[in-house]
């Protein structure tokens, strides 16, 4: 904790910081491994328990997962990819979408209270599993010329624009793509918890202050900043799916 | 809260929030491995297959449900023509049942007819024949009656000769004609 003259421990890029809690041959095994882990863990064995003995007529459990599975493969995959196209991307979307949403909820899990995806490996391991899937289903699909004219949006009527569009095109396709999409989610976690962070910390400190009621104002804000959290977690897992999935589509389009 | 947030980096030079650290990439890639082999290899197939199970079963119910209206439907109309053609059928049974009702009245009107014809024809016969029979008995009677009244007052019997010459008969008849021409 830093002190800045008036004694108030504000957050900062230490609380991204973990002690490793264990060390195995120079590995350092730290809390935010051990969440993503457990992530791992937890989508495999809910999913197992509803779908593992699926039945015609569904449980309760199994009722769940299929609405969020139904959500994903309806809601995202066949929304954008269309229902023939999109049923092979299905797994991956649905397996991309489960794990960064459990990863994003972390942070407001007792205990836990640690966004994974707020630590950018994670969103960045994500955006280059989508980023090669990508790059290589364009060249499957266009073919070597192909693959250039369709990151750069090759289009003859452009004219005499056609260059830069296409240094553009190309520069934003290929480049800022993959970092955009793993920063975004990262990005949004990582400023919500600060923002979670920051509130609690100062309801804590004005609390052993003399200004008491803006301790009860920052708790509010804390409950607040918690339900808005939530709902900012969810999008933020929507958001890279959708992108995942229109990523994809722009690979599956024909040529103009 | 961003000069703070300088100043710590500044203090923290060693940590930038950009840069992944080797060890959380490769955790990142196994833990997303896991899960998404588990969805593709094995969890997915599995739900699918009953969510392909669940819709076939819909839709063998549906086209069952369609099956049996169309057969309810041609049922009815069966049953619909069946009615009518009772209907039909029952009009026409009363209608012969009029006729025929109608020819046997008529036929037995017509025999009454007949047969009250005949009972006053014969009546009238009977009553002609008894007519002549009573008008000849009486005849007798009283030509007896005159002969003998006459006999009596002449004091001799007239018998024989009035029976030969016929002078009561003929007496009568011209009583008879009188009457007759006075009627």
Known sequence: ?256 | MIANLAQLAAEETKQNPLVPAGPELLIGTIAFAIVFFFFWKKLLPNINKVLEERRAAIEGGIEEADAMKVEAQSVLEQYKAQLAEARHEAARLRQEAQEQGAALIAEMRAEGQRQREEIVTAGHSQIEADRKAAASALRQDVGKLATDLAGKLVGESLEDHARQSRVIDRFLDELEEKAEATR
């Open chain 1, 1 to 256: 904790m830093s002190d800045n003259g008036c004694g108030f421990p504000a957050p900062g890029l230490n609380s991204f910081l973990f002690k490793p809690l264990f060390t195995v041959g120079g590995f350092e095994f730290n809390k935010v491994m051990l969440l993503a882990l457990v992530t791992t863990l937890l989508i495999v064995v809910f999913f197992s328990a509803a779908f593992g003995k699926a039945k015609v007529v569904p449980g309760k459990l199994q009722m769940v997962g299929e609405a969020g599975y139904d959500f994903v493969r309806r809601g995202i995959v066949y929304e954008t990819l269309g229902k023939r196209e999109g049923e092979k991307w299905v797994p991956l979307m649905v397996s991309l979408f489960f794990f960064v949403w459990l990863m994003n909820v972390w942070s407001v899990i007792p205990l836990a209270q640690f966004p994974v995806s707020s630590v950018i490996a994670f969103p960045m391991v994500l955006a280059a599993i989508v980023y090669i899937t990508w790059v290589a289903l364009t060249f499957k699909k266009h073919g070597f010329v192909g693959f250039f004219k369709n990151v750069t949006g090759y289009d003859k009527s452009l004219g005499a624009v056609l260059p830069l569009v296409m240094v553009i095109e190309f520069f934003s396709n290929l480049l800022v793509r993959p970092f955009t999409h793993a920063v975004r989610l990262f990005a949004n976690m990582f400023a919500g918890h600060l923002m979670l962070v920051m509130f609690t910390v100062a309801s804590w400190y004005l609390l052993n202050s003399w200004l008491v009621v803006g301790a009860g104002v920052s708790f509010v804000m804390t409950i607040a900043m918690i339900l808005f959290e939530l709902f900012v977690q969810a999008v933020q897992a929507y958001v890279f799916v959708l992108l995942a999935c229109s990523y994809i589509q722009g690979a599956l389009a024909e040529h103009h």
